[in-house]
């Protein structure tokens, strides 16, 4: 993980609101399923507007408050409108990065 400057990007794909309670407990989790959802009904492939790179993103935003609050979590591919995309203003952001199969890379 790194504090990296990221340039405007447009995103766009499913998403959830959980929190940590939620993703602590197994049956409870949303996360896993959410990206075993986003594989299985191959959501990138009915995407429009796709950007020309192969780059997933696992998005956590829209915090309500601390570590306790609930978050919206977004599993997305670049795209290059912004119809119906989640928009990340440029700036500094923490950034995880990862390669290689799913689901073993998240």
Known sequence: MKVSRI???M???ISAVTNNANEADEEKAIIPKLWDEYVEKRVDTTTFNKANNSHMYGVYSDYT???NGDYKVTIAIEVTKPKKAM???EGRYLVFSKKGELPDIV
């Open 87 to 89: 928009i990340i203003e």
């Open 65 to 67: 408050s601390d570590v």
């Open 11 to 13: 995103v766009s794909g």
């Open 7 to 9: 340039k405007k990007l």
